[in-house]
């Protein structure tokens, strides 16, 4: 695939942008769903919704300048705006041209869903009330423990440290590691963070789900799922009600699967896989409702950290992985119930720069999460600790590293400086000391230097 396209999906802000980005025979799939139609529909502007609903009973192509009665003149660039939707989202389909005005059909899958929705009629949900009293029920507060524990369990792995609350599949580690939010040590089969990781880390939690399911969603192929029927099942999700136990029955093998890494994820709760009842989360929900737009913003951002002009960091928090983000840059003195002492050092700092996170990054986790007192502050951030963190990152960036090939033992000048004016021509030539008769190639060039030092010698 295109990797433009690609980019363009992962720059989506919720599942109506998304949609947009999508060929015309998945947007065709997905119209097969009902769910699907309308959440699609609530989602349109609604001038857009005026005219799906004045031709959705309509068996025949309407004309463009038909249709372009329906406003007034001076609204011309939202009929315009509607128009674009309705033909990008292929509900609408342009009929090729019989005469100088354009013609529009309703797309029929679509139009046959929505008319089930509307008035009634279809497959219905299979009801869980004839499984009797769920001895297992669950209830909100339980759920919303229940998510925010999956979540951290996958955003606790990210830091490195041991994971709690049950371990993390190798579904999710492969989205992290394909989305490059974590990086593979290949000897020691061990993951770290990546500077895209950090930033992530950074997001509220609506932000973090939306963009991990992105990457699933462009990776599903590789974990056996079908993009379809994840997002029909997403779409169908975002109609729940919160707190209300929903059944398996109905679902395809492959929504099935999906919803099993959703499980993982703490976007759905089903006590066990054999289970008949699963439970829809806010996660999950959240999901869906960003399609009408109603993105929800986490209220309750964490503000604890107090930062001193001795580079000691205080943690007023009993978060595990609040905890564990800093110690990515911090060393750890003591810890507490609810208060932990760290401290910034030339060390710690060094250490997550070689991971890849960048001074500015490390000095907006400590603005964004500082305590109401350091608020009053101006600047929040005392400069003199502002300024030699950028320093740190400045003396690791004098250095730069580069593969190359050492050469040595030259049994003449004369063939050292041969050597060395053949990979300074091909500006392949890294350092070169005339007196030692010592030289280093690039990686890349090596094997050319080599062929040819080879010819030299057999003259």
Known sequence: MDKSIISKRL????????????PVAVL?????????CMAVFRGLPAIA???????????QPIPEPFVAT???????QHHIGALNKLKGLHIWKEMPKGSSASRYEVNSNFKKNLKVVLCGGGKQQPDTSKYGEDKHGRDIPFLENYAKERWESVLYYMTGSTTEGGGVSEVVINVLLKAGLLRLHSEERTTSITSAGFQFLLMDTVS??????????ETSDQHKADLVECLSFLFQISFSTYGKDYSVEGLSEKQFNFLQHLREMGLVFQRKRKS???YPTKLAINLGSVVTGENSTESNQHRFVV?????????????TLQLALLSLFCDIL???????????????VQQALASGITAEQILNFLRTRAHPIMLNRNPVIPPTIADQIRLWEMERERLQFTEGVLYSEFLSQSDFETLRKYADDLNVLLWANMSKRLMVVSKAGHDDVKRFWKRHKNK
């Not at 720059?11 to 999508?22: A, I, S, V």
């Not at 919704?49 to 068996?59: G, H, I, N, S």
């Not at 580079?311 to 007023?316: E, G, K, L, S």
């Open 11 to 22: 720059q989506c802000k919720n599942l109506f942008e998304y949609l947009n980005t999508l």
């Open 28 to 36: 065709d799939g997905l119209y097969c769903h009902p769910s699907t």
């Open 49 to 59: 919704k005026q005219y799906v609903m004045r031709t959705l009973f309509t068996d």
């Open 70 to 76: 329906w406003v007034q003149k001076d609204c011309s």
């Open 208 to 217: 973090q789900v939306w963009y991990f399911m992105l990457q699933y969603l």
């Open 276 to 278: 008949r009842r699963f």
């Open 307 to 319: 930062v001193e002009t001795n580079y000691r960091v205080y943690a007023y928090t009993d978060s």
């Open 334 to 348: 003591s810890r507490f119930p609810s208060f932990c002492v760290a401290v910034l050092s030339r060390e710690s």
